[in-house]
């Protein structure tokens, strides 16, 4: 009888996640929403993060750094990295757009999978905030490491870890989708923040209160002190889920053959599926899986990294290849530092484009929900609302969308691979054009006010013409001024003062109907009886509408 083949084992296992959410503020504070940042510098103690002074900057800079720098187009390198200490000091936009905060409290992940299965534990290598000027969008970073873990093991880490709350539970009340326990530890090994996923009340306690998810308590701890937008907590920062639970992910994993992994292998990495997931590959396989999913152009059995396989679905980009290549692993210049640096930035740099996005698109949403055409004070926030988003469209646009971002082959063609797959050209496309519809809008009511306006003006100028050249012509003989009084004088000016502006405010009001009348007026086909109706017709509507 022959015995099964040994598990494939990943020697090195890096699991990275990022988390796209969008900001919530009151927008009473314009230099704060545009560097929303500042809010956790302010806290000082008060919060866990620090501000990340990069190898730029704070020293230690290697050749990872400049290997990572050289990778990008000019354009990209100002946007990660700003023009330096030489030309901007300043913290505004002048420098880098973008801002990091880091938390050291956290040292490392117990996870336990499945109930009764042994827990694992992983290193946390970093846990940071990505800030961007002048755009609500904040991205979590969480990069785990681990060693010697069977791949079926493997899978199910990557497929189970990263939900930002359970998508539901079974009949035993367990937690689907979701590790059975998830515990954050300090560098004593104390527990600092564990999962509650397992407690369903309160999940659903607060979906039937506030229509919108809870988060699990272990991804709230990290995420202190921003507060869900619909917690009753205060918070320096709020904010709200923008795209799916599940949070995109970015996985290295270095086997001993990467030739062992079969077909089957390769697509449930690339859709992060369950490392115990019997489910017949067939039934979901696309059919140009290869061609979609997988750059190959490091599988060879020759080169400093044979056997190097790209894997990207959008939602996860994913890289295996020899434990045995010393380039493969090599954290300084191999794989594993462009993991780590070029092909972590390419990957931020696509999920921050389309969280941006949504995050405009559900801006011009809110806005036409809080719109009541019968209340000014709403239609005058609308306008508001519509021109902000109009600005920082275009900024977004010049200041952070590119199409290409290397010239270098593999970032070039995973890049593309990326945005691909997250569709983002087409929800770019779709935001465009209604914030172009939106713009229209109020441009084409702009000019209808204008219109109105003109039309109001030029009735009142035509009918107080009729009194101006009457005036004109008898003079002011009708009333013998020099015979008068001083006091005389100011109360007949005050009393024709009164009554011309009487007629003139009259006028405005009936303006509409008159302009209609002189329409009728200009018109020859008209005769004068249809003249005469059409002007009785200005009071006599009154009289209807009384």
Not at 149 to 170: I, V
Request: aromatic share 10%; net charge neutral.
């Amino acid at each position: 009888m022959t015995e099964p083949a040994p598990a494939v084992i990943v020697r090195h296992l890096r699991q990275n996640l990022l988390w796209p959410l969008r900001l919530i503020h009151d927008g009473t504070d314009s230099g704060r929403n545009e560097r929303p940042w500042q809010a956790l510098r302010d806290l000082g103690d008060a919060s866990p993060w620090r501000e990340h002074v990069d190898e730029y900057h704070g020293g230690g800079f290697h050749q990872r750094h400049y290997n990572e720098f050289v990778s990008f187009l000019p354009y990209v390198q100002r946007f990660l990295y700003g023009e330096g200490r030489a030309q901007h000091a300043g913290d505004a936009a002048q420098g880098s757009p973008m801002r990091v905060f880091r938390r050291h409290d956290l040292a490392a992940l117990r996870v336990q999978l499945r109930p009764g299965e042994a827990s694992l534990l992983l290193r946390v290598e970093h846990v940071d905030l990505y800030f961007f000027h002048g755009v609500d969008i904040v991205l979590l970073n969480v990069e785990l490491a681990a060693d010697e873990l069977p791949l079926p093991q493997a899978r199910e880490l990557m497929y189970r870890f990263g939900r930002a709350y359970p998508a539901g539970w079974d009949e035993g009340g367990l937690p689907l989708h979701c590790p059975a326990s998830v515990e954050w530890l300090d560098a004593r090994g104390d527990v600092v923040a564990r999962s509650d996923a397992g407690d369903s009340a309160p999940f659903l306690a607060h979906v039937a209160e506030h229509r919108a998810p809870r988060i699990a308590a272990h991804w709230d701890h990290v995420l202190t002190p921003l507060v869900n937008h619909h917690s009753e907590r205060a918070g320096a920062l709020r904010y709200r889920q923008i795209e799916y639970y599940r949070m995109p992910m970015m996985a290295y994993l270095a086997v001993d053959d990467p030739q062992r992994l079969t077909r089957e292998d390769y697509l449930r990495l690339a859709l992060v599926t369950g490392g115990h997931d019997r489910t017949d590959c067939d039934a979901f396989a696309p059919s140009n899986f290869e061609q979609e999913y997988c750059y190959d152009r490091f599988w060879a059995d020759a080169g400093a990294a044979p056997h190097t396989r790209y894997l990207c679905s959008g939602l996860s980009l994913v890289v295996t290849g020899d434990a045995g290549s010393a380039y493969f692993r090599d954290a300084e210049r191999g794989v594993l530092a462009q993991f780590r640096h070029q092909h972590f930035l390419l990957f931020l740099i696509a999920h921050f484009q389309k969280a941006a996005l949504l995050m405009m698109s559900d801006q011009l949403a809110e806005a036409l929900m809080a719109l009541d055409v019968k209340r000014p004070a709403t239609v005058k926030r609308f306008k508001r609302q519509i021109r902000r988003n109009y600005v920082t469209f275009l900024s977004f646009t010049h200041r952070y969308w590119f199409h290409e971002i290397s010239e270098q082959a593999h970032v070039k063609a995973l890049f593309r691979m990326c945005t691909r797959h997250l569709g983002v050209d087409g929800v770019y496309a779709e935001v465009k054009e209604r914030i172009h519809d939106m713009s229209s809008y109020l441009d084409a009511d702009a000019l209808r006010r204008q219109a109105n306006t003109v039309v109001r003006l030029t009735v009142v100028t035509i009918f107080g013409l009729v009194g101006t050249i009457t005036a004109g012509l008898l003079g002011m003989s009708l009333l013998a001024g020099a015979g008068m009084s001083l006091p005389q004088r100011v109360l007949t000016f005050a009393g024709v003062l009164a009554v011309a502006t009487a007629l003139t405010l009259y006028t405005i009001v009936k303006s509409k109907r008159l302009s209609d009348f002189l329409d009728v007026v200009s018109d020859e086909r008209i005769g004068g009886w249809g003249k005469l109706r059409a002007f009785l017709a200005v009071w006599r509507k009154d009289a209807r509408q009384g």
